[in-house]
């Protein structure tokens, strides 16, 4: 997206609408079997430390899921890479992964 100021007929400033993050990014959330969250999240750290490309923040929470996840990569294939190895991980029950809008990023 772009703007453009005018004085008279002349261009006086263009401001350009640059989108924050280049890289794709996921949010999952995880359910496991009950008091597993202590092995599965260094699982899931290790998983993400053999990739250079991915950038990930990972906490267990309370509610609904056990574990969130934030995965940042460099383009969709790393997440679904990424998303497939993560789903492997021995007492994860089950995983729902939302993709941010790059469109509604503020």
Known sequence: ?????????HVYAEIV????????????????????????????????KDSQ????????????YDIIAKVECENMGDIRSTLGKIRRVNKIISTITMLVNEEQQF
């Open 1 to 9: 997206m772009s703007v453009k100021l005018y004085a008279s007929s």
């Open 17 to 48: 609408w640059i989108p924050k993050y280049d890289m794709p990014i996921a949010y999952i959330l995880l359910n496991n079997k009950p008091d597993s969250e202590i092995e599965i999240i260094p699982k899931i750290k290790e998983i993400i």
């Open 53 to 64: 490309s991915v950038k990930c923040e990972i906490q267990g929470v309370y509610g609904v």
